[in-house]
């Protein structure tokens, strides 16, 4: 969870750079082109480029390809070599598409003056007026096949045991064992200090986190797992203590988890065991680092 | 600059996001091809062309009425390649000529000259013709090669060089206003020659030198019986032109170089002891088997519908032998193969098949071994045309396959000896309008559920009942375990599930279906939804080119043992008069139910939710006098209309007159108008109404907002959604009108309108929102435009829902966004119980079908998230929508030119079958909220019962070191 959040983080981070860095090259213009070829009949003109995709013979896509000009207003075949002209189009402003089902283009908006003079740029639905040239006659090449289907997530063994719940059940077993042997958990200096660890390791609930909008996001996809689930337990603990039940929204696998440490057996069963406490807070450090805790009710 | 790029952050926020949480609308790769099937289609065969005239030529080539451009394979029926051009007179390709690899084609009513590489599928070259319709083309060849192609149009004849398309010169022709240039003729000479005729006054030959364009010879020769050079003239022999008339009952012929016959000779049918059937014009076949030599001095004429004659044109040029007589013979068609010339004729052998043989032309004898059986169906069509491709054997004698074009568009191709290798239903490339009906329940099915509706007769007998359906179950279990055995053992290629009628049955989540699909060309077709095969088929013959269907289902399988029931309704747009076809969904088979006389047209028809005592739903036709009639109109039925009449509304849309009207039903069956809303025809006409679906249902009266107070949703089952157009075209007035009416009351609920925008309009109409979707002239885009109604916080009458007792207009809620790209069609998604969430699903130009959430055409997607929105899970606002390759529910499968997506509930609540038909069928599921009611394809079985297993035995292997401990224990 915490790898596809942060992933997620610094891939915003790098697109907004890349988007940054397109618009800075962007506004130097394109080779002007405006040799526009006048039909004979009246004010048509045509619309003329080349389609690539680059590493496959034209033969093998372009029968299942063709050009439509904002929408299927007029339509163009691709020629033997790539290259298409779309005959008949009067004065106006397209947008011109190579369709093909293997491959996908990007598509081009071509301005047509009423003179022809011919004009290609970015399509931008948004700020529509924006320009940005774009070589003409159109250049069209492919940025790879279309990707449809999914993969299947495959199950290995090395998933299973990098899976936080795996971690999860096997590090208590670890620390269970070998933290009493280390520390001596009975010395009541010892005890304080740990606390006042402990409350340092809490984080600062004002702190705002991208994370947690996350967090709240995922599991509100799941159409019916918004439900917080509350830790309702332990009404005769300080009040340092009952901050280890943390009132996170989960998705699925990780509910289990939050049962687990919040309701109930776990705690009952280890209610002495000062560190899996600890040992709950450095989970929820690593794993929700985002999750907002609540003093449960 | 900088909000450019907030906003690109933004989206690309977003895009991220859906991509973590909407991944579940993918197609998994191991999916592919599970659910899904496509069937490519092309439309009514217009050319045909076979590749080479050798035995292991396998590639054929159609150009259709659908302007399509496509190539088969022989061998398997399936397309090869497939190009598909506008719709429409732009597209129309005027003929299709082959010439070795290169397919010339004229476009459009020659507005465009294309030449194809059949080898690979893409374009030679294409050019731009002059203005001027389209009258005949032919290759021209100099020098016994052919290198051009001459263009006839109705003013102007050019020729094009084959290899790019240049134009080797254009001339016009010579007083066009009065000549009716029809035909044009080259026969390896180094002239090529136009044939134009002014009606019932004179024919006019001119030739062209090939070299610079220049008239050789022009003349014209008296001919006061000629009407068309096109329909009653070929060329024949030597450069003879032959003409029909059917006035006088007489071949004329005139040779067309020689300049000496000033006048054509006649020949009376009469004295070659030919006659014409009555009222029949003749018609007259010739071959020119290579464009560099001049046609055969053989040819057919056609007597009668099924009379044709071979003759022979004497060397003398005006004389003719007949050669042999076909009388019966539907069809003939001639075919070359390397310096032998054939011709086949099809003759009816009896009432399931016909025979077809081949000829020699020059003597007329039968050929031995050529007889071929062409299957006719008994609910098919006649013959309609003949493609021949014959070839040289290694023997030297002529072998051929043939294509046989019947009535309703199918496709035959048949192979010595008399074997179909496939049929192709073109009629499926035209689809109006498809239900999917239910399979019946097998005998023991039905029989169980028969059980539970029988009165009960005694405690024992039950018992005994229940206990031995039981055991026929396990019996049925048993059989079916013992067949999956039998055949797990036998190779896979040996195992063929054929699906046939009879062993139909309903599964068990009711995923399998008949789909009944009518076509424009009045064929019917039943489809097995799940393998895509042809079930069964039927062949209206009387149903008019341009007539409008509606498809009734009147009785569900539910009601065994009656058998269900759907009604065609057949209109025929001009008249207005209808018909009705009654018929079972499942087997096709037309019944035999008294229908009633509808002598005036119908202008609506509805079905009602009254069943008669036979279970079938009163279908009410309202014809121009507001008449109601009643089908079925049984006794019971009319009992039952009468106590009804009081609460039966329905409207009429005269949309030339601007004119929605509703109306009531009364006692006698006549009707009275309630109410009427007029939007004046001069500002803006009406292009669409849509009511709700009737078997959609709402599972959540409201939606529970973040403050957990409760907003309801407007559920008005009598909403109308209008849609009009403004006439004003003008991209800065021009307008979209989207009206809410009540379609009982009249009262208009909500009113929006979209200024500055243009249709087509796409909308979909359901639940408590419409979606529809229009073209922005001013920034020139798509975009989409949600309206959702609300009652508020409160419900007026949360029992039932009165358009009488409604006080308060609905709260109306709207939001626009941006859509990338053009849309063809848009339906939404429909299930069982309407728990699952919904999706549009948008048929696109390029083919694909986009599978786009609801949840992002929500209006109160918030600009700015709060604690509340996030609550809702509502999606930050964000104006362009996201087109995902992965939510293509036909991933590559494209379907091309969508004209319609019909989509059914199954009996899983999460899954919905969805059906995209137009150029091509493409049937597969979808999935809106995933598959939360079955086990995923992906379910993994080993590790679940590997977990198990393992558990099992440590608990095993556990116990007995406890045991062994306390042994221990206790000997200590």
Redesign the interface.
């Known amino acids: 969870m915490w790898l596809h959040v942060r992933l997620s983080e610094v891939c915003l981070f790098l697109q907004a750079m890349f988007i940054l860095a397109c618009c800075f090259s962007d506004m130097e213009s394109g080779p002007i082109a405006t040799s526009g070829s006048v039909q004979p009949n009246g004010d048509r003109f045509k619309i003329e480029g080349r389609a690539i995709v680059p590493g496959v013979k034209t033969q093998d896509w372009i029968s299942s390809a063709r050009v439509t000009v904002e929408g299927e207003e007029y339509i163009g075949f691709l020629g033997t070599d790539g290259s298409f002209v779309v005959n008949d189009v009067p004065s106006g402003s397209y947008v011109v598409e190579v369709i093909s089902p293997g491959y996908k283009f990007g598509a081009v908006r071509v301005d047509i003056t009423s003179k022809g003079k011919m004009r290609a740029r970015l399509v931008n639905f948004i700020k529509t007026s924006e320009v940005i040239r774009q070589p003409y006659p159109l250049q069209l090449r492919s940025s790879g096949p279309r990707t449809y289907l999914m993969k299947r997530e495959t199950w290995g063994w090395t998933d299973f045991l990098m899976n936080p719940m795996v971690m999860m059940m096997v590090l208590p077993l670890l620390i269970i064992v070998l933290l009493p042997k280390v520390v001596n958990t009975n010395d009541p200096e010892m005890r304080k200090e740990m606390e006042q660890s402990m409350n340092m390791l809490n984080p600062n609930p004002e702190l705002p986190d991208v994370s947690e909008f996350m967090t709240k996001l995922f599991s509100g996809s799941k159409s019916s797992s918004s439900k917080a689930i509350g830790g309702s337990k332990a009404s005769g603990r300080p009040a340092v203590k009952r901050r280890w039940c943390q009132n996170i929204t989960c998705t699925s696998g990780l509910r289990n988890y939050c049962n687990w440490s919040c309701h109930g057996n776990y705690n009952a069963i280890f209610k002495k065991s000062f560190f899996i406490r600890l040992y709950n807070c450095f989970l929820s450090r690593v794993f929700f680092p985002s999750s907002e805790i609540q003093v449960c009710k | 600059?900088k909000s450019?790029?907030k906003?690109?952050?933004l989206t690309?926020?977003f895009v991220?996001?859906l991509s973590?949480?909407?991944?579940s609308e993918?197609?998994?790769?191991?999916q592919?091809g599970k659910f899904d099937w496509r069937q490519q289609y092309v439309g009514k065969t217009l050319f045909a062309h076979f590749e080479s005239n050798t035995q292991s030529s396998k590639k054929m080539f159609v150009a259709t009425d659908k302007n399509i451009f496509a190539s088969f394979n022989s061998r398997t029926g399936d397309l090869?390649?497939r190009?598909?051009?506008?719709?429409g007179p732009?597209?129309t390709i005027d003929i299709l000529l082959l010439h070795g690899q290169d397919a010339l084609m004229v476009v459009g009513d020659g507005?465009?000259l294309?030449s194809w590489?059949t080898?690979?599928?893409?374009?030679?070259?294409?050019v731009?013709l002059?203005?001027g319709s389209f009258q005949a083309a032919c290759f021209v060849a100099i020098q016994d090669t052919v290198k051009l192609v001459a263009v006839l149009k109705k003013a102007a004849i050019s020729l094009h060089y084959l290899s790019n398309g240049h134009q080797k010169w254009v001339e016009n022709l010579p007083d066009s206003d009065a000549v009716q240039y029809q035909a044009v003729y080259s026969g390896g000479e180094e002239e090529v020659y136009v044939l134009g005729v002014v009606p019932n006054s004179h024919l006019t030959i001119i030739a062209y030198s090939l070299e610079d364009g220049e008239i050789i010879k022009q003349r014209s020769v008296e001919a006061s019986w000629l009407s068309s050079v096109e329909s009653s003239c070929v060329v024949v022999g030597q450069g003879v032109l032959m003409c029909v008339d059917p006035a006088t009952l007489a071949l004329y012929t005139l040779p067309i170089q020689a300049e000496e016959t000033p006048e054509f000779s006649q020949i009376l049918l009469q004295s070659l002891d030919l006659e014409v059937s009555p009222g029949f014009q003749p018609v007259l076949v010739s071959s020119q088997p290579h464009p560099a030599r001049s046609p055969l001095s053989e040819f057919f004429l056609q007597l009668g519908p099924d009379h044709h004659v071979l003759l022979q044109l004497n060397a003398d040029g005006y004389t003719i032998a007949p050669l042999r007589d076909f009388q019966p013979a539907f069809l003939v068609s001639f075919a070359t193969t390397g310096k032998k010339t054939v011709a086949a004729v099809m003759t009816p052998k009896n009432e399931t098949a016909c025979a077809i043989n081949l000829f020699s032309v020059d003597s007329g004898r039968r050929l031995l071994d050529t007889t071929v059986l062409f299957p006719l169906e008994p609910n098919g069509g006649k013959p309609h045309m003949l493609y021949v491709h014959a070839f040289l054997k290694k023997d030297d004698s002529v072998g051929y396959r043939v294509l046989v074009q019947t009535q309703d568009h199918a496709l035959t191709f048949i192979q010595q000896p008399g074997r179909v290798v496939w049929t192709r239903e073109e009629a499926l490339a035209d689809v109006v309008t498809m239900e999917m009906v239910d399979l019946p329940l097998t005998g023991t099915q039905a029989e169980l559920e028969g059980e539970f509706g029988k009165k009960a007769d005694g405690l024992f007998p039950m018992v005994l009942k229940r206990l031995s359906s039981q055991v026929t179950l396990l019996q049925a279990w048993l059989a079916h375990l013992w067949k999956l055995f039998y055949e797990a053992r036998k190779p896979r290629s040996q195992v063929k599930n054929e699906v046939t009628i009879e062993t139909l049955s309903r599964d068990e989540f009711n995923l399998q279906k008949m789909m009944v699909m009518v076509t424009a060309s009045g064929k019917l077709f039943g489809i097995d939804s799940k393998s895509g095969s042809i079930l069964w088929k039927h062949y209206l013959e009387n149903v008019q080119p341009n007539a409008a269907f509606k498809l009734i289902v009147q009785r569900t399988t539910a009601h065994f043992p009656h058998p269900p029931q759907c009604t065609l309704l057949i209109k025929d747009k001009d008249t207005g008069l209808a018909t009705l076809h009654v018929f079972n969904p499942i087997f096709g088979r037309k019944s035999h139910i008294a229908l009633p006389a509808l002598p005036r047209p119908i202008l609506q028809s509805l079905l009602l939710p009254v069943i008669d005592q036979d279970y079938a739903k009163v279908l009410l036709l309202v014809d121009d006098q507001y008449k109601v009639t009643a089908f079925p109109s049984t006794k019971n039925v009319l009992q039952q209309l009468q106590e009804m009449a009081s609460s039966i509304f329905f409207y009429l849309i005269r949309s030339e007159h601007g004119n929605l009207s509703g109306f009531r039903l009364r006692k006698d069956l006549s009707t009275e108008r309630i109410w009427e809303v007029v939007l004046p025809t001069e500002v803006q006409k009406i292009v669409a109404v849509k009511g709700k679906r009737p078997n959609e249902h709402v599972h959540s009266q409201g939606r529970v907002m973040g403050d957990r107070s409760v907003l309801y949703k407007y559920l008005n089952p009598n909403l109308l959604a209008v849609v009009t157009e403004s006439t004003d075209a003008h991209p800065e007035r021009a307008f979209v009108g989207v009206f809410l009416v009540d379609g009982v009351t009249g009262r208009i609920i909500h009113e929006a309108v979209q200024r500055k925008a243009r249709g087509p309009v796409h909308f979909v109409h359901s639940e408590n929102w419409v979606v529809y979707e229009y073209w922005n002239t001013k920034?020139?885009?798509n975009e989409f435009s949600v309206l959702e109604l609300f009652e508020g916080t409160e419900l007026y009458n949360s029992t039932v829902f009165s358009s009488l007792d409604r006080p308060h207009l609905p709260q109306v809620l709207q939001q626009t966004y941006?859509f990338?790209?053009?849309i063809?069609t848009m339906e939404a998604t429909l299930t069982e119980k309407g728990i699952t969430?919904r999706h549009l699903l948008v048929g696109l130009?390029?083919?694909a079908i986009l599978s786009l959430p609801k949840m992002f055409l929500d209006p109160r997607r918030p600009e700015v998230?709060t604690e509340h929105s996030?609550?809702e899970?509502l999606i930050p606002y964000a104006?362009?929508m996201p087109i995902r390759?992965?939510w293509?529910i036909n991933?590559?499968?494209?379907v091309a030119r969508v004209k319609g997506i019909y989509t059914a509930p199954s009996g899983l609540e999460s899954t919905c079958l969805v059906v995209a038909y137009g150029l091509d069928i493409y049937q597969t599921r979808v999935y809106p909220?995933k598959q939360f009611d079955v086990l995923k394809d992906?379910y993994?079985y080993v590790?679940i019962s590997s977990v198990l297993f393992a558990l099992f035995f440590a608990t095993m292997i556990s116990k007995r070191l406890a045991q062994v401990k306390l042994l221990n224990r206790a000997w200590r």
């Not at chain 2, 973590?20 to 991944?23: T, V």
């Not at chain 2, 080898?119 to 294409?126: F, P």
Request: net charge negative; with cysteine; hydrophobic share 35%.
């Open positions: 600059m450019s790029v906003m690109a952050k690309s926020l991220i996001l973590f949480f909407c991944i993918a197609v998994f790769e191991d592919v090869l390649w190009h598909v051009d506008k719709t732009e597209g507005r465009l294309r590489d080898n690979i599928g893409g374009l030679n070259w294409e731009v002059d203005t920034s020139r885009r941006i990338p790209s053009p063809t969430s130009p390029s083919g998230v996030r609550e899970n104006p362009e390759t992965e293509f991933y590559n499968q494209t909220s992906d993994d590790l």
